[in-house]
């Protein structure tokens, strides 16, 4: 599940409706909302994501917020590292290569360094 899936997920629940009530109203397939929530489609279109906010009738504070994580939440990343040096494309394939080996504790500390990063004391 992505972080954008786990949202959709929370939101309906909190709304009390089945993936196939929510799938009619936004006029999309259940399989395909199904996929969505467990992170097995890409990003949905800028379209979809601004009828989901108006189906949940969020806030726009709580909508930035669901748009920022579907950005984050795409499950077939690309990494262009063209143009460069030869480290940063072998550190690239190396994450790619054990990200499904790497715990949580782990994951959270990558995530802390590349929050940090370009950040002057």
Known sequence: MTPFGEAVRKLRLRK??????????????????????????????FDLLQRI????????????????????????????TSGLPPEYTAFVNHLAGKIRGLDAATIRELS??????????
């Not at 409706?17 to 799938?23: D, E, F, G, L, R």
């Not at 259940?30 to 929530?37: D, G, Q, R, V, W």
């Not at 189906?55 to 499950?75: G, M, V």
């Open 16 to 45: 009390g409706v089945s993936q196939k009530q929510m799938a009619e109203a936004l006029n999309v397939t259940p399989a395909y909302l199904s996929a969505l929530e467990h992170g097995k489609r890409g990003l949905p279109t």
């Open 112 to 121: 802390q360094v590349l929050e940090n990063a370009g950040k002057t004391g």
């Open 53 to 80: 906010a108006g189906y949940f009738n969020i806030i726009w504070d709580e909508a930035e917020e669901l748009f920022l994580l579907a950005r984050f939440s795409d499950p077939r990343v690309v990494v262009d």
